[in-house]
């Protein structure tokens, strides 16, 4: 994961977001990666195992804009 550098100034307040290895809701930010990497898992899966879903997607993706350029 991504974890940003902060420089805060002295005396100033910090928040409970700002302390490292601490997120602002504990374990959202796992969870949320958990779930993108098992759609994206599933996605490669999907169109590794029926290749005309892949084909029907981009054909429908291809007709959507052109729908939108006449």
Known sequence: MTHLARHAEP?????????PGRD????????????GLTLAAGAFVLCVVRPEVSEALLRTLAAT??????
């Open 24 to 35: 602002a809701v504990p374990g959202r930010g796992d969870f949320l990666e958990f779930l």
């Open 11 to 19: 005396g100033t307040p910090r928040s409970s977001a700002d302390v």
């Open 65 to 70: 804009t052109a729908g939108f350029v006449h």
